[in-house]
């Protein structure tokens, strides 16, 4: 397993495995008009990307928080101006790359990062998604609390539940 900085030329590929993960488990919740633009993201920090056998098999980003999804519950639970915190997005992992902890490994990396910067980390994750919500309080992180966004690309309202990191 290598986990190693997202490149641009790696894009394409993520986006054509988050087709995968999207068909297998509903992530995203709301398929984006433009997988690469959001994969990409406008607040991204850093991203990596995660080899089994020299095959992009999984996909983590750390971002700034957007202004648009930047939850006040985040930097009331650590104590923190929204300045110091960076948010864990876009993790996945090929269907049939799991079990072998690639997602663990590719969160390290982005905790390792964060701790480099001095930035407290949080996420949202939609509250249907059971496994990602187990998968996040097993490494110790804690609910803040709920937000609702807007209907997206499919017309319906996303449910998401806020965590930052034990």
Same mark, same amino acid.
């Given at each position: 397993?290598?986990?190693?900085?997202?490149?641009?030329?790696?894009?394409?590929?993520?986006?054509?495995?988050?087709?995968?993960?999207?068909?297998?488990?509903?992530?995203?919740?709301?398929?984006?008009?433009?997988?690469?633009?959001?994969?990409?993201? &406008? #607040?991204?920090?850093? =991203?990596?990307?995660?080899?089994?056998? %020299?095959?992009? +098999?999984?996909? !983590?980003?750390?971002? /700034?928080?957007?202004?648009?999804?930047?939850?006040?519950?985040?930097?009331?639970?650590?104590?923190?101006?929204?300045?110091?915190?960076?948010?864990? &997005? #876009?993790?996945?992992? =090929?269907?049939?790359?799991?079990?072998? %902890?690639?997602? +663990?490994?590719? !969160?390290?990396?982005? /905790?390792?990062?964060?701790?480099?910067?001095?930035?407290?980390?949080?996420?949202?994750?939609?509250?249907?998604?059971?496994?990602?919500i187990r998968f996040w309080k097993h490494r110790g992180w804690r609910e803040v609390g709920q937000a609702t966004?807007?209907?997206?690309?499919?017309?319906?309202?996303?449910?998401?539940?806020?965590?930052?990191?034990?």
């Amino acid at each position: 397993m290598l986990i190693r900085p997202r490149l641009d030329d790696d894009l394409e590929i993520c986006a054509r495995l988050l087709r995968t993960v999207y068909t297998s488990d509903g992530y995203p919740a709301n398929w984006p008009k433009d997988p690469i633009s959001w994969l990409a993201g &406008r #607040r991204t920090l850093a =991203a990596w990307v995660g080899e089994v056998d %020299g095959e992009l +098999t999984g996909h !983590v980003s750390l971002t /700034e928080p957007d202004p648009a999804r930047a939850w006040p519950q985040w930097a009331e639970a650590l104590a923190l101006p929204l300045e110091r915190l960076a948010v864990i &997005r #876009r993790l996945f992992v =090929a269907p049939q790359s799991r079990r072998r %902890g690639l997602a +663990t490994t590719l !969160v390290e990396r982005a /905790e390792c990062e964060a701790s480099n910067r001095e930035l407290a980390l949080v996420l949202d994750v939609a509250e249907h998604n059971h496994a990602t919500i187990r998968f996040w309080k097993h490494r110790g992180w804690r609910e803040v609390g709920q937000a609702t966004l807007p209907p997206g690309d499919e017309g319906r309202p996303l449910r998401l539940l806020l965590l930052v990191a034990g």
